[in-house]
């Protein structure tokens, strides 16, 4: 895993009850590969949709967006990164 502050968010996400498992798991994999796919992105955007998101995963969110502007992690997919503006959408 890329960077000890994220390890340090996913890791305390995972130790706290209610948290998304599904959320951290995408996040975390994004991490270790270095590389986030149209899949991964889609789920994380139905279930921001269905308002399944803690702060812990808005969390993580914002760490992936920072990793991803950051260029840490590559996103498969076209077109621009809109997680977050689904979950201002969602606040």
């Given at each position: 895993?890329?960077g000890?502050?994220?390890?340090?968010i996913?890791?305390?996400?995972?130790?706290?009850?209610?948290?998304?498992?599904?959320?951290?798991?995408?996040?975390?994999?994004?991490?270790?590969?270095g590389?986030?796919?149209?899949?991964?992105?889609?789920?994380?955007?139905?279930?921001l949709?269905?308002?399944?998101c803690?702060p812990?995963?808005?969390?993580?969110?914002?760490?992936?967006?920072?990793?991803?502007?950051?260029?840490?992690?590559?996103?498969?997919?076209?077109g621009?990164?809109?997680?977050?503006?689904?979950?201002?959408a969602?606040?």
């Amino acid at each position: 895993m890329r960077g000890g502050s994220i390890a340090s968010i996913l890791n305390l996400a995972n130790h706290i009850q209610g948290a998304c498992p599904m959320i951290h798991s995408l996040v975390k994999s994004a991490f270790e590969t270095g590389c986030i796919s149209v899949a991964s992105e889609g789920l994380i955007l139905q279930l921001l949709a269905h308002h399944s998101c803690l702060p812990t995963d808005v969390q993580a969110l914002q760490s992936l967006s920072q990793a991803i502007e950051g260029g840490k992690v590559q996103r498969e997919g076209p077109g621009t990164w809109s997680v977050m503006t689904h979950l201002a959408a969602i606040a």
